[in-house]
């Protein structure tokens, strides 16, 4: 199966959730551990921006049994991420000493998430629970200690919340908001690259939310400044989860009012104007420069897609989504 057949047009990567997130069992401590000891639970075991699986015939094998993970050395401490087919599944971290110990063995891998996504070596399905694991576990390693007062932090509802023991503070994980978006002007859009970015790949421009500034005037400002271009009309299209290390991707749409491009070298490597005839062999892979669209398990892509399938910005269209 290709990458656009696992992510068709308006399902990118992460936001096709098989989990009930249960969140009224978070507060009912007895609960929880009743279920942890359960012999249908299940974790996801996260180290950094990878993912702790079994290696079997039929692939890897990304949810570990409870007692198993912890036998393979991931740490104690869960994180309810809540009821898959009414059985339970968890967030697990586990330390570097403990991954080290693991690189010699055959049966076990410590692999990186994007590449696994992007391979389609996950099942689309699973990788929501995934990216909501490994927010929820970086953010326990982030901050164990209390912003307000410095003291130590204990994890509670099941994960969802630390309590600080000594100013009575609480604090709870973090989402940050990014504005995704594709830039039209007539029948061009607007990509850029970044120097990390593989090579010959374009993709839309983005930044974060600043504080007190909606998704409209970040839209513009960011456009803007990385590439001198001011737009209009903007308009929403569809929000992903990034768990890198937690983001949520705002795709948007908007409209150039002038074409001659400024690029801010700090920000980005390159930015220009693409016709729909270029963009097409992008998505394709078949451009004859080696130019390149964004993979389909990203926002970007299906950004770039729908505004070539015809779609406008309130996603009335017609045609057909590129074929891998």
């Given at each position: 199966m290709s990458a656009f057949e696992k992510f068709p047009l308006g399902k990118p990567a992460f936001v096709t959730h098989a989990l009930d997130r249960a969140a009224h069992l978070r507060t009912n401590e007895e609960k929880l551990f009743a279920l942890e000891g359960h012999r249908d639970a299940r974790a996801y075991v996260i180290y950094r921006d990878a993912l702790l699986v079994r290696q079997e015939a039929g692939g890897p094998r990304v949810l570990l049994g409870v007692d198993e993970a912890v036998k393979l050395g991931a740490n104690p401490g869960t994180i309810f991420l809540g009821l898959r087919d009414g059985a339970p599944v968890f967030g697990m971290g586990i330390s570097a000493i403990a991954v080290e110990k693991l690189l010699t063995r055959d049966d076990v891998a410590v692999t990186e998430l994007r590449g696994m996504a992007m391979q389609g070596t996950v099942p689309p399905e699973q990788l929501s629970g995934i990216a909501m694991a490994k927010s929820m576990v970086t953010w326990h390693q982030r901050h164990g200690f209390c912003a307000n007062c410095g003291v130590r932090t204990a994890m509670k509802d099941g994960g969802w919340k630390r309590d600080c023991p000594s100013c009575k503070a609480e604090h709870f994980p973090r989402t940050d908001p990014v504005v995704i978006m594709l830039v039209t002007h007539g029948?061009?859009?607007?990509?850029?690259?970044?120097?990390?970015?593989?090579?010959?790949?374009?993709?839309?421009?983005?930044?974060?939310?600043?504080?007190?500034?909606?998704?409209?005037?970040?839209?513009?400002?960011?456009?803007?400044?990385?590439?001198?271009?001011?737009?209009?009309d903007v308009h929403y299209y569809m929000t992903q989860p990034w768990p890198y290390p937690s983001s949520l991707m705002i795709g948007c749409t908007a409209r150039a009012t002038n074409e001659d491009i400024v690029v801010d070298h700090a920000e980005l490597e390159d930015a220009r104007w693409f016709d729909r005839a270029e963009a097409t062999l992008m998505i394709k892979r078949e451009h004859p420069d080696g130019l390149a669209g964004p993979h389909p398990f990203a926002i970007a892509h299906h950004l770039l897609g729908r505004w070539l399938q015809g779609q406008n910005a309130t996603g009335a269209g017609t045609g057909a989504a590129p074929s891998d």
């Open positions: 029948d061009k859009c607007l990509l850029g690259r970044q120097k990390q970015f593989l090579p010959g790949m374009y993709s839309c421009l983005a930044g974060f939310v600043e504080a007190a500034e909606t998704i409209e005037d970040a839209v513009r400002r960011e456009i803007f400044e990385e590439s001198g271009i001011r737009c209009t």
